[in-house]
């Protein structure tokens, strides 16, 4: 949302209440559909069961509580997937400038959605990205075709890479507790295929490439200097990158870090948005 301020600001614009609730709605959507689908792929796997569970596992653990309640998620999958389908027609017709990106985007979204349990949770790069991308430049660049349009200035198309980086380091790192878990379900993440160790690396490497893009479009005049906001969680970002390489094979002491990760990819888009909305004032 903060690329579309930057780039509304820029081109004389206000934002269409309307259109920002249905993307919003249509993201929602999106994330409660694969959400309930990979709950009842685990589920049926019987990966549920094999889990030892920290407050950082994916899914609920509803299911083996409630087994009956299986159908319902399913259903609950489906049905949001299609919702969020819906919501994309109906902004597709709203916005006919914007087919070019948000048609593609819109697609591969929901490819993502579909695939991620049966087929990229076995393929260990692909499941590194598919996180980053859903939330970073799928529904980025998808919010500012529709709000602002597919002329918006250069920062605004690269702004959701922030996300794309941080997100997919919160997925890599809940990973490193569930690698026995997984295998045992035919799943293939990069932690099995590289190391915990190695891939503990990657998320310092990941986090750095995030604060570098903020850094550089400031330099580059594309970002206000107040987005440099979001380098206040720096600190936060090395503890996770040593903790990670610390605890790597530890999985019990790695919890705060894991905690530590969390609050590192929610807090630094918000301060870079809350600084291209003081810097744009």
């Not at 689908?37 to 653990?61: A, C, K, V, W, Y």
């Amino acid at each position: 949302m903060a690329g579309c301020l930057l780039a509304a600001q820029a081109q004389g614009m206000s934002l269409s209440l309307v259109d920002a609730a249905a993307v919003l709605l249509g993201a929602l959507a999106a994330h409660v559909g694969v959400n309930a689908l990979n709950e009842h792929h685990d589920f049926q796997s019987g990966l549920d069961l094999l889990t030892q569970r920290t407050p950082f596992s994916g899914g609920s653990g509803a299911l083996p509580a409630h087994p009956a309640l299986a159908p319902l998620a399913w259903r609950m999958g489906v049905g949001c997937l299609a919702l969020a389908a819906l919501i994309g027609v109906g902004l597709l017709a709203r916005h006919a400038a914007a087919w070019p990106v948000l048609l593609p985007v819109g697609l591969a979204g929901l490819a993502l959605a579909a695939a991620y349990t049966p087929w990229i949770t076995r393929h260990p790069w692909w499941c590194l990205m598919a996180p980053g991308l859903g939330f970073g430049p799928l529904m980025g660049w998808g919010t500012v075709s529709v709000l602002v349009g597919v002329q918006a200035p250069a920062a605004a198309w690269w702004l959701p890479m922030v996300s794309f980086f941080l997100v997919n380091n919160l997925l890599l790192l809940n990973q490193f507790p569930d690698v026995d878990a997984d295998r045992s379900v035919g799943r293939l993440t990069l932690p099995m295929q590289i190391g915990r160790a190695r891939c503990a690396h990657l998320v310092g490497l990941q986090s750095g490439l995030a604060y570098a893009l903020v850094v550089g479009l400031v330099l580059a005049g594309r970002l206000p200097v107040a987005a440099l906001a979001g380098l206040l969680t720096a600190p936060l970002a090395w503890q996770v990158w040593r903790g990670a390489v610390k605890h790597a094979d530890a999985p019990q002491d790695l919890l705060p870090t894991l905690g530590r990760n969390v609050a590192l990819t929610l807090l630094t888009p918000v301060l870079v948005a809350l600084g291209v909305v003081v810097g744009l004032r």
